[in-house]
């Protein structure tokens, strides 16, 4: 905007653009518009008309461009007074995000010397040609910079970047950083190098002469320094060989730690199981044992009444064989007491079927302690001895007592 004969013109560029037009027409003025963005209107970066004839007698300034010089003198000026605003928008061709760079210059025929206002540079914003522009009285005019510049910060809050900046190095600088590839930001005086030969080249060198001389930059290799970075990188390899070598080893034991816990999982599973099972084993066994217990201590206690029933009846017939016994010491003559021989016989067979009985019920009470005692859980042991004999009529039997064993 307001930049040689342009009050307000916008181009769009590809990739690839070529200007082509008669002499005079503009073309490198273009290209200085370009250039005055891209170094930020710093005049010692910066080599207008690069490609114009060295016979030709007109030098361009930045305030011959901002005024619109079209004579030989800057009188003769499209514009006596001029806010020139030159912006450039780029665009990354892979998340599509703009960012918009420029620089405002003001200029007058009053003042010799152009004065730089401000150097913007915002990303994820396109500034459009409205953006630069204001409406007085029904005619269309630059937009004062404190203005703009008031709106780029507004702008710049989204993102809480710096949009502005004082000084065209490091104006330029964000530029590069702004405008970086995979590979980083250039380098800051390469790049100035770089464009102001672009700007000038010619052909009348070589082509590996402009390459050594013009785009290649010169730095001297150090040796020594080369070396010990050469040392340093692989004692860095060695270290790295080892940590790997290390890291491998530690999987390996981390690998043999995880089998061996797996395997002390398993192991201890099945103890557990074990002993549960046995517990289950365990508290089976001992509720048979408990039914046990009772049952032989109901078996115990018939027994004892058995034992107490049979002293019993062996103390009843003690007595009458004893009765018997005085009766027939009471008669002298035996033979002829015909009375007491009959009672003596029917005390012995009195005495001779409850000896049956007896014995009878004897056995059964042998029988009940031999079960009895074939059980592991009857904690006694019982001994028995009994013995009959038949003297002058009379009957004995002994029984032992139950000893605890």
Same mark, same amino acid.
């Given at each position: 905007?307001?930049?040689?004969?342009?009050?307000?013109?916008?181009?769009?560029?590809?990739? @690839?653009?070529?200007?082509?037009?008669?002499?005079?027409?503009?073309?490198?003025?273009?290209? +200085?518009?370009?250039?005055?963005?891209?170094?930020?209107?710093?005049?010692?970066?910066?080599?207008?008309?690069? &490609?114009?004839?060295?016979?030709?007698?007109?030098?361009?300034?930045?305030?011959?461009?901002?005024?619109?010089? #079209?004579? +030989?003198? @800057? $009188?003769?000026?499209?514009?006596?007074?001029?806010?020139?605003?030159?912006?450039?928008?780029?665009?990354?061709?892979?998340?599509?995000?703009?960012?918009?760079?420029?620089?405002?210059?003001?200029?007058?025929?009053?003042?010799?010397?152009?004065?730089?206002?401000?150097?913007?540079?915002?990303?994820?914003?396109?500034?459009?040609?409205?953006?630069?522009?204001?409406?007085?009285?029904?005619?269309?005019?630059?937009?004062?910079?404190?203005?703009?510049?008031?709106?780029?910060?507004?702008?710049?809050?989204?993102?809480?970047?710096?949009?502005?900046?004082?000084?065209?190095?490091?104006?330029?600088?964000?530029?590069?950083?702004?405008?970086?590839?995979?590979?980083?930001?250039?380098? #800051?005086?390469?790049?100035?190098?770089?464009?102001?030969?672009?700007?000038?080249?010619?052909?009348?060198?070589?082509?590996?002469?402009?390459?050594?001389?013009?785009?290649?930059?010169?730095?001297?290799?150090?040796?020594?320094?080369?070396?010990?970075?050469?040392?340093?990188?692989?004692?860095?390899?060695?270290?790295? $060989?080892?940590?790997?070598?290390?890291?491998?080893?530690?999987?390996?034991?981390?690998?043999?730690?995880?089998?061996?816990?797996?395997?002390?999982?398993?192991?201890?599973?099945?103890?557990?199981?074990?002993?549960?099972?046995?517990?289950?084993?365990?508290?089976?066994?001992?509720?048979? =044992?408990?039914?046990?217990?009772?049952? &032989?201590?109901?078996?115990?206690?018939?027994?004892?009444?058995?034992?107490?029933?049979?002293?019993?009846?062996?103390?009843?017939?003690?007595?009458?064989?004893?009765?018997?016994?005085?009766? &027939?010491?009471?008669?002298?003559?035996?033979?002829?007491?015909?009375?007491?021989?009959?009672?003596?016989?029917?005390?012995? $067979?009195?005495?001779?079927?409850?000896?049956? $009985?007896?014995?009878?019920?004897?056995?059964?009470?042998?029988?009940?302690? &031999?079960?009895?005692?074939?059980?592991? =859980?009857?904690?006694?042991?019982?001994?028995?001895?009994?013995?009959?004999?038949?003297?002058?009529?009379?009957?004995?039997?002994?029984?032992? +007592?139950?000893?605890?064993?």
């Amino acid at each position: 905007m307001q930049f040689l004969l342009y009050e307000q013109q916008e181009f769009r560029l590809e990739e @690839i653009t070529g200007l082509f037009g008669r002499n005079g027409s503009g073309k490198s003025s273009a290209l +200085d518009a370009v250039q005055i963005a891209m170094m930020g209107a710093n005049k010692n970066l910066m080599h207008f008309n690069a &490609q114009a004839d060295a016979k030709s007698h007109q030098s361009r300034t930045l305030r011959s461009y901002c005024l619109g010089q #079209y004579g +030989d003198t @800057i $009188e003769q000026c499209a514009r006596p007074q001029a806010t020139t605003y030159v912006t450039l928008v780029w665009r990354d061709t892979e998340t599509n995000e703009p960012v918009s760079m420029g620089v405002c210059i003001e200029a007058s025929l009053g003042n010799e010397a152009e004065k730089v206002l401000g150097r913007y540079v915002i990303r994820g914003v396109e500034l459009s040609m409205s953006e630069h522009l204001q409406t007085v009285d029904g005619s269309t005019m630059p937009l004062p910079w404190s203005s703009f510049r008031h709106r780029l910060l507004e702008q710049s809050k989204v993102t809480a970047e710096e949009p502005l900046f004082d000084d065209g190095a490091s104006y330029v600088k964000q530029v590069l950083f702004m405008l970086r590839g995979k590979a980083g930001p250039a380098s #800051y005086d390469a790049f100035a190098r770089a464009f102001r030969f672009a700007l000038r080249m010619s052909f009348s060198k070589s082509v590996d002469q402009i390459v050594r001389q013009d785009v290649l930059e010169d730095r001297p290799t150090n040796i020594a320094r080369f070396k010990q970075l050469v040392e340093t990188f692989k004692r860095i390899n060695q270290l790295v $060989e080892g940590v790997e070598q290390k890291i491998a080893q530690g999987l390996e034991v981390t690998k043999n730690f995880d089998a061996a816990l797996v395997e002390a999982r398993k192991s201890a599973t099945w103890t557990g199981l074990q002993a549960s099972a046995a517990y289950e084993l365990s508290n089976a066994a001992h509720e048979k =044992l408990t039914a046990d217990r009772f049952t &032989q201590e109901e078996v115990v206690e018939k027994c004892n009444k058995t034992s107490e029933t049979a002293d019993e009846a062996l103390a009843a017939w003690s007595r009458e064989v004893a009765q018997s016994t005085a009766l &027939q010491l009471a008669h002298a003559d035996h033979a002829e007491n015909a009375g007491a021989q009959q009672a003596l016989a029917q005390a012995q $067979e009195k005495t001779t079927r409850r000896e049956t $009985e007896l014995k009878r019920e004897l056995r059964s009470f042998q029988e009940l302690l &031999q079960n009895a005692s074939s059980n592991d =859980l009857l904690a006694y042991s019982t001994r028995w001895r009994t013995r009959f004999h038949a003297d002058g009529g009379q009957c004995s039997t002994v029984i032992a +007592d139950t000893v605890p064993r």
